[in-house]
C-alpha cells in the first residue's frame, strides 16, 4: 500500500517538492500514516486527507484526515 496526502479540496497528491499534482505515481509515498500525517500538519495546505492506494486492485483508503498550517497561516520565508 501506497500512503500519501491528498488535498482535500482538489485530490491532488503532495510531492515530494511540496507541489501538487493529479498523477498518482508523482505523489510522495510515506512508509507509515503517522508520518504522513506529521508532514501535513507542518505544510501550507488547508484540509487535508492521508489515503492508502492498493496498486493491485486502484482502491484508495481515507486513513485519517486534518488541516495544516494553511497558505495563509504559513511562516515566511
Do not use: C
Not at 23 to 49: M, P, R
Amino acid at each position: 500500500m501506497n500512503i500519501l496526502i491528498e488535498n482535500a479540496d482538489n485530490q491532488q497528491y503532495l510531492t515530494g517538492d511540496h507541489l501538487w499534482t493529479k498523477v498518482l505515481a508523482d505523489g510522495q509515498h510515506f512508509s507509515k500514516t503517522g508520518t504522513a500525517f506529521e508532514a501535513a500538519k507542518k505544510s501550507a495546505i488547508g484540509k487535508f486527507n492521508i489515503v492508502g492506494y492498493i496498486p493491485e486492485t486502484r482502491q484508495f483508503i481515507n486513513l485519517d484526515h486534518g488541516h495544516g498550517r494553511g497558505p495563509t497561516e504559513a511562516v515566511p520565508a
